[in-house]
């Protein structure tokens, strides 16, 4: 009996363990593609600009802003203060980018997402959709975890 | 509970990247035009070009075969084709006072922005603005 | 639940982009031309994945500095082609990014905008290109910095000026950088000299433009 709830607790740990370097990784990556934003952000402005769907004074604002919230969020991921907030501002986030990428391809504009700067403004659309795809999937899978009720406790 | 929780934990965070949004969006004030992609101090209407008479160069950015069917008079062509060929006669016709208007085809074209970007970077010159609409606007207004 | 609700966005998305009947490999391309090539050209290749031929409406460029060309006119189901966009690269520096908009009558894809990014490598950075003085301005010398760019080193530099009425002295600062100091003999006539700027062992010649302008000097 012992024996049995000593290797539950030991492999209660080594998942927590696991999942707290998803929560560093997810959150490394939002930090990483927010400073890169936050250095150049007339360009990401152009970028934003480039869905066409927001008006150039509003893409402005939001180039402002957005990566400054992705910092911050990524932040909340890897310190698990404010988690559950950030995890969600960051799945909303990606799901809207998500819709707004695949009108832009339905609707024949071929565009850089700018999602992470200059690094990513070569790649094609079918590497930034599965890349952006798998994120979500990380996102949803975190949030799922969450809400589930396992280790709810940690998050603060 | 947790719902409660997300909310309010995801206000907090909202709240707090607007500060340093709101600052670096003061610091980088004059180095985006809110209104347009390009900075409104660039820009020129053609009503506005022809009010300084004078004192106003025009350079037509267009192909060769585009200046020499038809141009602003008196514009002098200068394009990223033959840009050191064609720059000496336009530094020729410079001079600090003047405020040189930069054109191409339509408002769609980057070659004038392209040139503009240019003469101010490389040559350094000052008062270099690029005409809103381009050729097209000039032959509407004409 | 939540897997549900994945796979069924993930599908969305993917008949979205499999609807297409023109499916390209790439619609942004980038080509990194050498310094002395006059064009980058950038081959957009498709595929009709559609039952239906498809037909090019139009196929236009984003300026007159780029050309584009369809293999054929329409396209049978199944057959594949490719557009060809030649970009003259003139004495353009720097990423320069064109597009091809193309128009078909496919109702899934009626407007595909193609992008070709070219690359040009920039031997050397020459800030500025002009120098000047105003008339009766002081003839004092005015630099001009030369920086060589980190894959084409430059060891020494030749400059000549096109007028006895200007000199040009140059300098080596080290770390690819050069000096050209350009002092005009008086400034009392409107007068001009082309320099020309040649490193060495390279075929191709830069230029800078030194002037004594009608207007009094700037204050």
Known sequence: MNDTSNIKHQTSNILHFLWRIVDVIVGGIFIYAGTIKVLDPVQFANDIDNYKILPWTIGVGLAFYLPWLEMFCGLALILRRL???GLSILTALVAVFLVATIAAKVRGLDITCGCFGHASQNWNF???LALDLAIFGVLLALSFRVVSGNRLQDAV | ???SSLVRQAFVLAALAFVPGVVQAIYFGNKVSWRSPVPASEMVTVTQARAWGENAIWVDARPDNEFARDHVPGALPLNEDRWSELLPQFLAAWSPEKKVVVYCSSEGCNASREVAHRLRKEAQLANVFVLEGGWEEWLKEK | MK??????TLSIALCVTARAGLKWDQTSLELHPTATDKQAIGHFKYQNTGDKPVKFKSVRTSCGCTAAQTQKEEVPAGEKGEITATFNIGERTGTQVKTVTVETDDP?????VLTLKAVIPQQLEITPTFVFWGKGEEPK???IVVRAAKDFPVKHLKVTSSSPDF?????????????IDVQPQETNKQTASTLTIQPEDSQKI???TARITNAPAPQ
């Open chain 1, 126 to 128: 079918p590497t930034h």
């Open chain 3, 3 to 8: 897997t549900h609700i994945f796979a069924f």
């Open chain 3, 108 to 112: 899934a894809n009626v407007t595909t």
């Open chain 3, 167 to 179: 000199q040009a002295k140059v300098e080596e600062t080290g770390n690819g950088q050069f000096k």
């Open chain 2, 1 to 3: 509970m947790v719902k």
């Open chain 1, 83 to 85: 988690y559950l907030g």
């Open chain 3, 141 to 143: 010398p005015k630099t």
């Open chain 3, 206 to 208: 830069f230029y800078a």
